[in-house]
């Protein structure tokens, strides 16, 4: 049967994320009646092309959503808390990429390889995970249905658009400034990022952690469904442009080999293993960067407790990340 098209709004368009978002609904055939590009007043008037189409971009209002299906926001969490009541009242449904309603407990967080189901109890809003939690739980929530998850410790690599695009330009620029001796100038990140790497993405809060570390402490729980999970994160940027890699150690309650954990994660969707260290084979930002999967590797029995594994996890933030996830929740709403 024919998925009936929907009129699709896309808010905050003319971002990274947006422009993404764009580019996979051509690229998946998702079945658009209609589309309205959103964005602030300054990006108003701007023209975007979809599927040889060319579309003007429209400044967000009160008035945006009225006879609009489904509304993916990427738009900063803020304008999701100020226009995903407003179009939910319109009667439109509301898939929002930022952190404003993840935790909500009458929202639900989804993964769709992950926590489908969960779908179903919404009420107007489904929240898009953090981008290093989406990629993580990917690959942990096989590992937990087969085994049962004690303990999960990750430590991120996250790339510089994680920030959006003004993160790729400052990187771009400080390179150039290095390389021709001139004095380097930070905006987006706390410190220089070119040739370096700085353990702080989002702000400190009281327990000494980022909101970055507790996000994905918290989300991976909420999508898990594992509440008392004994999980912690270190979250650091790196001077990539594009795809988030991870360093991830679990202790599961059951045991497995390790050719049998390598199985059951090539089997898993969304999934791809890349894992022959003999010739040199793992997942690798670059290699990732444009790519649907959430790729894994480097997996090894941690030989310094019972039944812990280390994983390598590698996946472009604004696709699957991101966009992807988006409109993947977009397709089961179809």
Known sequence: ??????????????????????????????????????????????????????????ELTDESFAGIDIALFSAGGAVSQEFCPVAIAEGTICVDNTSAFRMDKEVPLVVPEVNPEEIK??????????????????????????????????????????????????????????????????????????????????????????????KMINETRKILNHPDLAITATTVRVPVIRAHSES???????????????????????????????????????NASGKDDIFVGRIRRDESVERGFHLWIVSDNLRKGAALNAVQIAELLV
């Open 248 to 286: 991830v150690n679990v202790e599961t309650e059951k045991d497995i080999d390790v050719s049998d954990l390598k199985d059951l994660l090539a089997d898993t969707p969304g999934v791809s293993l890349i894992d022959d260290p003999s010739s040199n084979k793992y997942p690798l930002a670059v």
């Open 1 to 58: 049967m024919m998925a009936q098209s929907k009129s699709v709004a896309i808010v905050g368009a003319t971002g990274a994320v947006g422009k993404e978002i764009l580019s996979i609904l051509e690229e998946r055939d998702f079945p658009v009646k209609n589309l309205r590009l959103l964005a602030s007043e300054r990006s108003a008037g701007k023209t975007l092309v979809f599927k040889d189409e060319t579309l003007e971009v429209e």
């Open 121 to 214: 109890n919404h009420k107007g809003l489904i929240a898009n995970p953090n981008c290093s939690t989406i990629q993580m739980v990917g690959v942990l929530k096989p590992i937990h249905d087969a085994l049962g998850l004690k303990r999960v410790i990750v430590s991120t690599y996250q790339s510089v658009s994680g920030v959006g695009t003004q993160g790729i330009l400052e990187l771009e620029d400080q390179v150039k400034d290095i390389s021709k001796g001139r004095p380097v100038t930070s905006k987006n990140f706390t410190s220089q990022i070119a040739f370096n790497a700085i353990p702080h993405i989002d702000s400190f809060i009281e327990n000494g952690f980022t909101k970055e570390e507790m």
